[in-house]
Nanobody, 126 residues
Framework: QVQLVESGGGLVQPGGSLRLSCAAS????????IGWFRQAPGKEREGISC????????YYADFVKGRFTISVDNQWDTVYLQINSLKPDDTAVYYC???????????????????WGQGTQVTVSS
């Protein structure tokens, strides 16, 4: 059974940092492009970042502005999302997702991804 499991969320004060993790069960991440998304209450799910082993290039949404960094461990077992200078507007459920799509596609579009984790809650509040 293919599963993605996110972890690392929690309650953090404004200005703080978090590192989210995405691990795979039942398949190997290196065959896929892995994306990070988030969904705040009452808002649509939005793409944050994506990386794949095929090109090794990290892609980011325009709003990221250097506060988010995607990375992967050497074995391609776990994909991370480092978030710095957290703001209350970053409060959301954060998801990782996987797609077999390669080449030129919209890496920030949720409908391009086939497998999803259950999400991890990030709450930024003082």
């Amino acid at each position: 059974q293919v599963q993605l499991v996110e972890s690392g969320g929690g309650l953090v004060q404004p200005g703080g940092s978090l590192r989210l993790s995405c691990a795979a069960s039942g398949f190997t991440l290196h065959r896929y492009a892995i994306g990070w998304f988030r969904q705040a209450p009452g808002k649509e799910r939005e793409g944050i970042s994506c990386i794949s082993k095929s090109d090794g290039i990290p892609y980011y949404a325009d709003f990221v502005k250097g506060r988010f960094t995607i990375s992967v461990d050497n074995q391609w077992d776990t994909v991370y999302l480092q978030i710095n200078s957290l703001k209350p507007d970053d409060t959301a459920v954060y998801y990782c997702a996987a797609t077999l799509t390669v080449g030129d596609f919209d890496r920030m579009a949720s409908n391009e991804y086939h497998y999803w984790g259950q999400g991890t809650q990030v709450t930024v509040s003082s």
